[in-house]
């Protein structure tokens, strides 16, 4: 069982950065594949990024040039680093865990989920 939990989410300016965090208890953190979706109101559950147990990344076309994931093994942490902020990027963030260890992009491969944390972009 892998407990994940978000922080770093606010209320910004359109073309700040934010660094979202997702820690993780259990002893295998290092072992699964990572990812961060987003849901804004009214939309569906949207892939922004994943990384492997490896280290592949892979990035949704809306947020590719912009938003770097990144895994900390020793801290048991997934980070999101987002750059040029616009409103569109507006939405729940939630970090996920695959069993897998694989880069998925599809939101229903994942075995684990946090709780979300709200961005909000203002323009």
């Known amino acids: 069982q892998v407990q994940l939990v978000e922080s770093g989410g606010g209320l910004l300016q359109a073309g700040g950065s934010l660094r979202l965090s997702c820690a993780a208890s259990?002893?295998?953190?290092?072992?699964?594949?990572l990812g961060w979706f987003r849901q804004a109101s009214t939309k569906a559950r949207e892939f922004v990024a994943s990384i492997s147990s490896s280290g592949y990344k892979y990035y949704g076309e809306s947020v590719k040039g912009r938003f770097t994931i990144s895994r900390d093994n020793d801290k048991n942490t997934l980070y999101l680093q987002m750059n040029s902020l616009n409103v569109e990027d507006t939405a729940v963030y939630y970090c996920?865990?695959?069993?897998?260890?694989?880069?998925?992009?599809?939101?229903?491969?994942?075995?684990?989920w946090g709780q979300g944390t709200q961005v909000t972009v203002s323009s």
């Open positions: 996920a865990a695959n069993i897998r260890g694989a880069a998925l992009p599809a939101y229903d491969w994942y075995d684990y």
């Open positions: 259990g002893r295998t953190f290092s072992s699964y594949g």
